[in-house]
Nanobody
Framework: QVQLVESGGGLVQAGGSLRLSCAAS?????MGWFRQAPGKEREFVAA????????DYADSVKGRFTISRDNSKNTLSLQMNSLKADDTALYYC??????????????????WGQGTKVTVSS
């Protein structure tokens, strides 16, 4: 069982930036970020393959967010720039125990963190 712990959330003004981090207790393969706003379903934000050579983003964050990973440290990051009020949500880190390629569905992931809150004021 791998534990995932997110950090880096907070309150930021629209147009600002935040960097989220996710620390894994062990080796993971495909990883991703999801978010859930109050009253809404959890949605895909970004995903990265095990090697880091492939990434995918939700249309709503393309060009503003960048996902990256450091397998030597078992960490995942999400750089968020040009933040908007619509980005306000609880952000979750997710990981798969075997799959190496990109996964974009909530149901495809094995491990989840507890989430870190991002609030963007307009």
């Amino acid at each position: 069982q791998v534990q995932l712990v997110e950090s880096g959330g907070g309150l930021v003004q629209a147009g600002g930036s935040l960097r989220l981090s996710c620390a894994a207790s062990g080796r993971t393969f495909a990883m991703g970020w999801f978010r859930q706003a109050p009253g809404k379903e959890r949605e895909f934000v970004a995903a990265i393959s095990w090697s880091g050579s492939s990434t995918d983003y939700a249309d709503s964050v393309k060009g503003r967010f960048t996902i990256s990973r450091d397998n030597s440290k078992n960490t995942l990051s999400l750089q968020m720039n040009s933040l908007k009020a619509d980005d306000t949500a609880l952000y979750y880190c997710a990981a798969h125990r075997i799959a190496a390629e990109i996964l974009v569905r909530v149901s495809e992931y094995d491990y989840w963190g507890q989430g870190t809150k991002v609030t963007v004021s307009s």
